[in-house]
């Protein structure tokens, strides 16, 4: 297994015992011309088992994977161009792609590995996720990533024995999160008065007698070139409706604001899994940091998870969000438009 370049290097009696490295990685829209950032990301993450969900060039996750040493597991969407990937130094025993589209909008890949030698666990199980997103339809999208999760506990369930991950991009809030919301909508308005929004591709067509209003667009106000902004800022820009924008104009920034915004937001998705006695790998170890994972360019919220279960939560070690800062930080915001979680499990006692 590898070394262990991001974070604390762990204690002489970790070293003694079999370790497993986990990572989940939304990779943005097939990686684009991105892949040295990313590659340079996944080397730093160093994990046994990558989940890269947008996993949409093929040819570039082989080449990526073969660079770094990894086999990989592709799993095509069922409808949908999103597709998901697993890259594992552990050996694999088998995998199965879960792409129903009556259950699911992308798919999900159901991985089993075998462990380090010495490990007590002789194998465990990785079930990826790539929720619906469909932020435009508020509320209305949660029951649908209720039922993604759901499908993906059935399969878990199947095999009662065996310890397993459920990971990936959620595109959900966790009861008790909070979100920053009013600095991203700041960062949106400011682009869309200097006319960035519109030369991304981010901002639809808008009535001409509004576009030309002050308030819209500030040609006093024209210093970012579109140009300029980095591939993983332009690809993940949301695309929000026009009417949208005067109310974010008047947004009030602040605490208060995301408090309330944050209130208004479902969590039942995340809600599901911690009332089926899994362990938020990420809160458990930190139950008061932020840790967005979400944008990259504007951190506001963490939608990435790393979920154990019953079995493997005590063997947790450790779990952190990847890149937010230090060497990595200015690498991994031109990579993606997310940051990576990664966990840590340790798979004997310290005496093996």
């Not at 309330?260 to 039942?268: H, I, N, Q, S």
Request: hydrophobic share 40%; aromatic share 6%; charged share 20%.
């Amino acid at each position: 297994m590898g070394s262990t370049p991001v974070g604390r290097s762990p204690s002489p009696e970790t070293l003694r015992a079999p370790t497993v490295r986990v990572a989940t990685y939304n990779i943005l829209l097939g990686g684009g011309g991105r892949w040295p950032e990313i590659t340079k990301v996944l080397a730093a993450i160093d994990a046994d088992l990558i989940a890269l969900q947008e996993a949409e060039d093929r040819v570039a996750v082989e080449r990526a994977a073969a660079e770094l040493g990894y086999q990989v597991i592709f799993g095509k969407a069922a409808a949908n161009p999103r597709h998901q990937a697993v890259l594992s130094r552990l050996p694999i025993i088998s995998s199965t792609n879960h792409q129903d589209p009556a259950v699911f909008l992308r798919n999900s890949l159901e991985i089993w590995v075998e462990t380090p030698p010495g490990s007590l666990l002789k194998q465990f199980c990785l079930h990826t996720v790539h929720l619906t997103a469909a932020f435009h339809r508020r509320g209305r999208a949660e029951p649908e990533r209720v039922r993604e999760l759901t499908a993906v506990r059935a399969q878990a369930a199947r095999h009662p024995d065996v310890d397993h991950l459920v990971l990936g991009d959620f595109n959900a809030v966790a009861p008790g999160d909070r979100i920053q919301a009013t600095e991203f909508f700041a960062q949106i308005n400011q682009w869309r008065r200097s006319g960035v929004l519109q030369g991304a591709g981010a901002l639809g067509p808008v009535p001409p007698g509004l576009a030309h209003l002050r308030w819209w667009q500030d040609s006093e106000s024209r210093d970012a070139d579109v140009e300029e902004l980095p591939e993983a800022v332009r690809s993940g820009l949301p695309r929000l409706p026009w009417l949208v924008h005067p109310l974010l104009e008047v947004l009030p920034k602040g605490e208060a604001t995301d408090a309330v915004l944050g209130a208004l937001l479902p969590r039942a998705a995340v809600r599901s899994m911690l009332r089926a006695g899994y362990t938020d790998c990420l809160r458990s170890l930190h139950p008061r940091a932020s840790s967005f994972t979400c944008p990259s360019y504007r951190p506001a919220v963490r939608i990435d998870y790393i979920f154990a279960s019953r079995g493997l939560a005590p063997r947790l070690t450790r779990c952190e969000v990847v890149g937010r800062s230090g060497d990595l930080a200015q690498v991994a915001r031109r990579a993606s438009d997310h940051f990576p979680v990664l966990a840590e499990f340790q798979l004997g006692s310290p005496a093996s």
